[in-house]
């Protein structure tokens, strides 16, 4: 089977990196994330099917309010999830990424499970590497952050207990 997923991420992943996938995307996956999230008890998500997902609940940095969103993250191998704020190569941040600058303490949901996690960005100097893992589990990933034009906000989520 992970012979099977490699695969098909790298012949989905070069489509991804599409300007009409980029279009797209913002508009079709989060209906699909949501009717999926229903039917399934938010168990399933789409993007799962390819890569390790998760929803991250974040605190909203102006309005104090929840907001959820789904996310592809990349384990570090220590126990932490990396999350990149790629927003499919637009020119603005990612909501979600204001929010956990404000309010770094957040939740993830990963297969229904939920668990406290705190947010921390990922420092310059290991950025490298921390892209390096990312794009080991969707190549070519970093390219949403050279056709942005800027550079796209990486947090590593710790668990808290």
């Given amino acids: 089977m992970p012979r099977t997923v490699d695969l098909v991420r790298a012949v989905v992943a070069p489509l991804t990196r599409t300007s009409v996938f980029r279009a797209a995307a913002p508009a079709v996956l989060p209906r699909l994330e949501r009717l999926l999230a229903r039917l399934t008890g938010r168990r399933v998500q789409v993007s799962a099917l390819l890569v ?9 940095a102006r309005s104090g309010a929840i907001r959820e969103t789904e996310l592809m993250y990349t384990p570090d191998g220590h126990g932490r999830a990396i999350v990149a704020g790629t927003s499919f190569a637009r020119q603005r941040h990612p909501a979600w990424t204001y929010n956990l600058l404000a309010h770094p303490e957040a939740e993830i949901l990963v297969r229904g499970r939920a668990m406290r996690v705190r947010a921390l960005p990922v420092a310059d100097v290991d950025r490298d590497e921390a ?28 668990p808290v207990r």
């Fill in 52 to 60: 390790p997902s998760l929803v991250l609940r974040t605190t909203g």
């Fill in 131 to 158: 892209w390096a893992l990312i794009e080991r589990q969707w190549p070519g990933y970093r390219g949403y952050e050279r056709e942005s034009g800027r550079v796209v906000r990486l947090f590593r989520l710790q």
